[in-house]
T-cell receptor, first 113, second 112 residues
């Protein structure tokens, strides 16, 4: 158990819809990262938050947005969903803002029909 | 642009033998490298890391080798055990670690 909690574990929705994925980092960790893993792809970095503020941005679509709340949990919002958005979305956390060792949650599997 | 490549999607090894997983990178700014292991229905878990000032790091049965001139790193598992069967991801980052770049993973199967 990494200590990172992601909900929901599975989500099935239709094209054009909007979903929110939730992540609670390990106790004491200030950084939250979001990664997307599509079929047969590596983990694609989406975005990082550190102590409530956006720190780094990767290949995140404009239809996607995220935020980190004062209690340090984070949400990833995916809107106008397309079939290609079907993927595993992982949240990870780390203590500081600059560290290579990330602790991952079990992921949220999104299926868009 | 695939900055971190794991060209072998899968590897099969017998229990007790050595497993060698390979990873190549293209960005010379990377100065920190990690290996993660992932079991089905679980998130990736950190396994071992190496900084660019070293060429080898060992932790029990796991050793990571870094060849900076070739932009290549490898993970050796000796001896391999059936419980090592998982997908292994190579990851690389630059100073500041603002984001880790992951490879596509190698599925290792260790048979008894």
């Amino acid at each position: 158990d990494s200590g990172v909690t992601q909900t929901p574990k599975h989500l099935i929705t239709a094209t054009g819809q909007r979903v929110t994925l939730r992540c609670s980092p390990r106790s004491g960790d200030l950084s939250v990262y979001w990664y997307q893993q599509s079929l047969d792809q590596g983990l694609q970095f989406l975005i990082q938050y550190y102590n409530g503020e956006e720190r780094a941005k990767g290949n995140i679509l404009e239809r996607f947005s995220a935020q980190q709340f004062p209690d340090l949990h984070s949400e990833l919002n995916l809107s106008s969903l397309e079939l290609g958005d079907s993927a595993l979305y992982f949240c990870a956390s780390s203590l500081g803002r600059d560290t290579g060792e990330l602790f991952f949650g079990e992921g949220s599997r999104l299926t868009v029909l | 642009d695939q900055q971190v490549k794991q060209n072998s999607p899968s590897l099969s090894v017998q229990e007790g033998r050595i497993s060698i997983l390979n990873c190549d990178y293209t960005n010379s700014m990377f100065d920190y490298f990690l290996w993660y292991k992932k079991y089905p229905a679980e998130g990736p878990t950190f396994l071992i890391s190496i900084s660019s000032i070293k060429d080898k790091n060992e932790d029990g049965r796991f050793t990571v080798f870094l060849n900076k001139s070739a932009k290549h790193l490898s993970l050796h598992i000796v001896p391999s055990q059936p419980g090592d069967s998982a997908v292994y991801f190579c990851a690389a980052g630059d100073t500041g670690f603002q984001k880790l770049v992951f490879g596509t993973g190698t599925r290792l199967l260790v048979s008894p």
